[in-house]
């Protein structure tokens, strides 16, 4: 079982960065810890469907950003905090939207793209982007 917080949105403009933050807790009988899930961000607009922004392997060597990110965008995590970040850069109009974090349970990949494919969703934290 994980719980996932996000913060860090708010109200931004465009052109700036933002830097989000995942906390993770984790309570396992079958000593599943945080160093051993891949995590994601996606992000949801109004009237438009969740998409994948980025994705983390276990250990964070290994990372993915999606292209509409991709050049603005950094995930990482700290295994040690149960924490993983998402910062973009030169924010857009487009990239307003409510951001979730996600952690896959049971991985036989490094890192993972789809929604379906994540066990556990934190709230969201919405970022606004004023032009």
């Known amino acids: 079982q994980m719980q996932l917080v996000e913060s860090g949105g708010g109200l931004v403009q465009a052109g700036d960065s933002l830097r989000l933050t995942c906390a993770a807790s984790v309570r396992s009988a079958s000593g599943r810890t945080f160093a051993t899930v891949p995590m994601g961000w996606f992000r949801q607009a109004p009237g438009r469907e969740r998409e994948f922004v980025a994705a983390i392997s276990r250990s964070g060597r290994k990372t993915l950003c999606a292209d509409s990110v991709k050049g603005r965008c950094t995930i990482s995590r700290e295994n040690n905090k149960n924490t993983i970040y998402l910062q973009i850069n030169s924010l857009k109009a487009e990239d307003a939207a409510v951001y979730f974090c996600?952690?896959?349970?049971?991985?036989?990949?490094?890192?993972?793209?789809?929604?379906?494919?994540?066990?556990?969703w934190g709230q969201g934290t919405q970022v606004t982007v004023t032009v």
């Open positions: 996600a952690a896959r349970a049971d991985p036989s990949s490094d890192y993972y793209v789809n929604s379906y494919e994540y066990d556990y």
